[in-house]
């Protein structure tokens, strides 16, 4: 029998991520929200409505699941029936003061590897540890090669003398990272906004900051690849990534300046599962950006964000399709070309911001063949 589940999860500042559970009714046992389908609801908005019933939690569900695990149901018979449940990421939002099922469950937030030990089955074990891993430590060579250069700096003063004429390396790093703390910044608020999460205009006057500081992390990016002597990659690699990663934020602001001008206020349901797609498109490329450190030992991880960075562009491309089909055929009916116009517009710019995210995908695993 097949079940939807929800993984509700928040990222802090630090780029730290949590995900809530819930104990089961029968055993009590830690689970995450699921039920069965929900006549008249998509799968992920399913999901959703069961965090929201089992745990009183709201956010922004993704419609393409990040797994599935299975499981042996009890049943009041006695007998056992086997399950497998689809599960969907679930940005948080908030907690409601009351839900239906507040008196029979606890609900806790963990860590992810305190939620991987808590939960009993293998696969959502796995599901949750592979959710988002931090960032592996460098290897042992990174660690030793300035202790080497310092060596030779002191036995050969002439190195050491010629050296510090030379530009320090770069923040590229840092400023990646920095730069995909503004892309989850912007797809947060550009979600909320789509999702009616707060005010419009303040929305957008969120994601408008965020742009504003991807530009000028893009400008340090691109300042330090024409001063420093030695960088991590090749210049052209480091100015494609840092280009592409700009051009979503820089999208995300171009919707979110749309939405403005022509007023909208409701948006269809295929804009708001565009919009969760787009949350989980940043919240990939933050997780796979610091593993950039260490190419060598992250490609594998790499190379499973990047596909799925493409999976999630190809779903997109079909809901923007149908939630275009859609409102042509609205359109008809209403006889109001400009509604048509405007959103077909909205439907366009948001299409584009999940490409650009794929165009990031593209550059990682380039990065990934040519180095790691």
Known sequence: MEQIGALPYVIDEAGHARVMLITSR????????????????????????????????????????????????????????????????????????????????????????????????????????????????????????????????????MLGWFQSLMPKQGRFFELFDAHAATLVAGADALARLLHGEGSIEGQIAEIVKREHEADDITREVLQDVRRVFVTPFDRSAITDLIGVMDDAIDQMNGTANAIALYEVTEFSAEMRDMAGIIVEAARITAEAIPLLR????????????????????????????????????????????????????IYSSLEKIVDRFEDVANEIQGLVIDHA
């Open 26 to 157: 029968d055993t009590g046992r830690w689970v995450i929200p699921k039920g069965n389908p929900i006549v008249g609801l998509a799968s992920h908005e399913a999901a959703a409505q069961e965090a929201y019933e089992e745990a009183g939690i709201r956010g922004i569900p993704c419609p393409s699941p990040v797994g599935q695990f299975a499981y042996r149901k009890r049943r009041r018979t006695g007998r056992y029936r086997d399950m497998i449940v689809t599960v969907f990421p679930l940005a948080f939002v908030e907690q409601v003061d009351d839900w239906p099922e507040r008196h029979q469950r606890d609900t806790r937030w963990f860590t992810l590897d305190r939620a991987a030990e808590a939960v009993n089955e293998p696969g959502l074990k796995a599901l949750i540890a592979a959710f988002r891993e931090p960032p592996i430590p460098a290897s042992l060579a990174q660690r030793i090669l300035p202790v080497v250069r310092g060596s030779a700096k002191r036995r050969i003063p």
């Open 294 to 345: 260490s190419l060598g030992t992250n490609a594998g991880r790499l190379h499973d964000l990047t596909a799925r960075l493409i999976q999630i562009e190809g779903h997109a491309d079909d809901i923007h399709d149908t939630g275009l089909r859609a409102l042509f055929q609205a359109s008809k009916i209403s006889a109001d070309p400009m509604t048509f116009i405007i959103n077909r517009e």
